[in-house]
């Protein structure tokens, strides 16, 4: 069984610019979850998605930050126009039900 | 509000010696508690969970928690420690507020091992 995919796995942007991150969930998982590690900090919820519909998106730090899930299968995070302060490791994970999430390796996003 | 406390950014232990890696939580309700485990390059990986059954919680590769309300911990164990176990270990918590759908982390700790 395919895992959690995640596309970039780096990217390097400068200030201002667009970018837009990927998640492929297992397959079958309606629930996705974005998260993002700032360097050296904890690892921070951004948002979940059920199927299609945004189920809390209490962590999205602000409107420069767009996530979307059409169809219910993959999702993207855009980031418009991007920040230093965005750089870090933003991490997809999916489940089934409840208890266990599994995780992307993560896109490493650097803003110059 | 929930949150997560990993006591020591680094650990470095000896090959065969004991591992302890320490997380303290605070919730207002009981919570669900978690280890991940993130080898380079890869995602997280779920070692282990406590989700209010047994409070000693056995999970992959000899690892093992155990829940102490009384201290609000989740302290992770294995008694011998191989050099395939360094990798960066995370404490988590979610809580029946969020449908045990949003995990708050710990800040990390990275495990060395020394042969």
């Known amino acids: 069984e395919a895992g959690v995919t995640q596309f970039p796995s780096h990217s390097v942007i400068e200030k201002g610019q667009t970018v837009t991150l990927r998640c492929d969930p297992i397959s079958g998982h309606d629930n996705l979850y974005w998260y993002r590690r700032v360097m050296g900090k904890e690892i921070k919820f951004l948002l979940h998605?059920?199927?299609?519909?945004?189920?809390?998106e209490s962590g999205m730090p602000n409107n420069r930050f767009l996530a979307e899930r059409t169809g219910g299968t993959y999702s993207t995070l855009k980031v418009q126009p991007a920040e230093l302060e965005d750089s870090g490791v933003y991490f997809c994970a999916s489940s089934l039900g409840q208890l266990q999430q599994y995780f992307g390796p993560g896109t490493r996003l650097t803003v110059t | 509000a929930q949150s997560v406390t990993q006591l020591g950014s680094h650990v470095s232990v000896s090959e065969g010696a004991l591992v302890l890696l320490r997380c303290n939580y605070s919730s207002s309700v009981p919570p669900y508690l978690f280890w991940y485990v993130q080898y380079p390059n890869q995602g997280l990986q779920l070692l282990l969970k406590?989700?209010?059954?047994?409070?000693l919680v056995k999970g992959i590769n000899g690892f093992e928690a155990e829940f102490k309300k009384s201290e609000t911990s989740f302290h992770l164990t294995k008694p011998s420690a191989h050099m395939s176990d360094a990798a960066e270990y995370f404490c988590a918590v979610s809580e029946m507020n969020t449908g045990f759908q949003k995990l708050v982390f710990g800040t990390g700790t990275r495990l060395l091992v020394s042969p």
């Open positions: 998605f059920v199927k299609e519909s945004k189920q809390d």
């Open positions: 406590y989700t209010s059954a047994a409070t």
